[in-house]
């Protein structure tokens, strides 16, 4: 099987089946976000206990992209730090522009093609811009 079509099967996996799909309790930080120019919209939720991601979940709507994005987001924020979070979220944009980014959770690199489509950029970067407004009031020390 072409690595494509690994990433392919990868993407399409999260979009069907999405991990982290639901919504969490009310003292969870929660960032609501659009895309109005192809209509995708996330509401992200974070359970965030002493500076660390302990939770995260989602619901919205929207393409294949940007659903396994936030499926695939939520899994590797888990556990981490607000500033490990707002790292990788830099890391993914920055493999979103075509630079070469390796991750620890491997899934994420499936949407490395993206990067060839600039149209569907936002599309993979819409939950990731979620994290980082979320972040913003959850108490990330960086701004």
Request: net charge negative; hydrophobic share 35%; glycine share 6%.
């Amino acid at each position: 099987m072409q690595l494509d079509e690994l990433y392919r099967r990868v993407i399409m996996d999260h979009y069907k089946s999405p991990h982290n799909h639901g919504k969490l309790a009310d003292d969870a930080v929660s960032i609501d976000l659009n895309n109005p120019t192809c209509g995708d919209r996330i509401s992200l939720q974070l359970k965030i206990t002493d500076g660390r991601v302990e939770d995260a979940r989602f619901t919205g709507e929207g393409c294949s992209i940007s659903m396994a994005s936030a499926s695939m987001m939520t899994d590797a924020v888990k556990g981490k730090t607000l500033d490990e979070a707002i790292e990788l979220a830099e890391r993914f944009s920055n493999m979103m522009k075509g630079e070469p980014v390796e991750f620890e959770y491997e899934d994420l690199e499936a949407l490395s093609g993206v990067s060839k489509f600039p149209a569907r950029i936002k599309c993979a970067t819409l939950a990731w811009n979620a994290l980082r407004k979320a972040s913003v009031q959850g108490g990330s020390s960086r701004s």
